[in-house]
């Protein structure tokens, strides 16, 4: 397992931009399933961003994940943002099994962060 810790949400206008860090402790994510999610109030968590898989369809072309070099933290580089991509965010992680796929459904995840907020006005 590993300790995972978001940070880099804030209050931003829309069209701006904003880069969330996720560190990672315990472990590095060099075996892992890793990526983000997002949530709004009333609404199930959303998977946005994992590793070496994608992006859901409403931030591709606009969010680009990333990791450092050893593996400790993850990005989140959010552009042209909108008000609709406001929720709070969250890194996630998973011990990636030989061979399986990294999923974007929450329940596949076992390792949270706080989350951070992004709002976006």
């Known amino acids: 397992h590993v300790q995972l810790v978001e940070s880099g949400g804030d209050s931003v206008q829309a069209g701006g931009s904003l880069r969330l860090s996720c560190v990672a402790s315990g472990d590095n994510l060099r075996n892992y399933c890793a990526g983000w999610f997002r949530q709004v109030p009333g609404k199930e968590r959303e998977g946005v961003a994992i590793m070496h898989t994608g992006y859901t369809d409403s931030v591709l072309g606009r969010f680009i994940v990333s990791q450092d070099s050893d593996r400790t933290t993850m990005y989140l580089r959010m552009n042209r943002l909108k008000p609709e991509d406001t929720a709070k965010y969250y890194c996630?992680?998973?011990?990636?099994?030989?061979?399986?796929?990294?999923?974007?459904?929450?329940?596949?995840?076992?390792?949270w962060g706080q989350g951070t907020q992004v709002t976006v006005s």
């Open positions: 996630a992680a998973v011990p990636r099994a030989p061979g399986s796929r990294c999923t974007f459904l929450a329940g596949d995840y076992k390792d």
